[in-house]
């Protein structure tokens, strides 16, 4: 069992955070314990939470976002990325959408109005 100090924290933010309950939480960190070994041991915890981190195969789904330190996962290891004591672990849902700001300069393509959105945190022109 891992010692006292021998924990990692972990961030969640949108859907994850609200089937936690908590923003952030610390657990006791084994050595050799992977970012897929401590999801999955925190979505047993708050069976809510399984269903929106893994697809019915038991793989990260794709479209959460896991940092290990501020790094992504998928820059390093995957989920098979090892935890070292005192990691920071951030779970986070993909955010997508966009806002309508106007017609764009050019007419209409096949009847359909053609819009500029936003899909990324910048001021509109």
Not at 91 to 108: L, Q, W
């Amino acid at each position: 069992m891992a010692g006292d100090d021998e924990t990692v924290t972990l961030e969640f933010y949108g859907t994850v955070r609200d089937a936690v309950g908590e923003k952030v939480i610390s657990l006791p960190l084994d050595p050799g314990t992977t970012v897929n070994a401590l999801l999955e041991d925190v979505a047993a915890a708050h069976p809510d939470l399984h269903p929106l981190l893994f697809t019915s195969e038991e793989r990260l789904r794709p479209h959460i976002n896991v940092s290990r330190n501020g790094e992504p996962i998928r820059d390093l290891d995957g989920p098979d990325t090892e935890l070292g004591a005192g990691d920071r672990v951030t779970v986070a849902p993909s955010v997508s959408g966009g806002v309508v700001i106007g017609r764009a300069e050019r007419p209409d393509v096949d009847g359909l109005p053609q819009y500029r959105c936003l899909t990324t945190p910048e001021v509109a022109r």
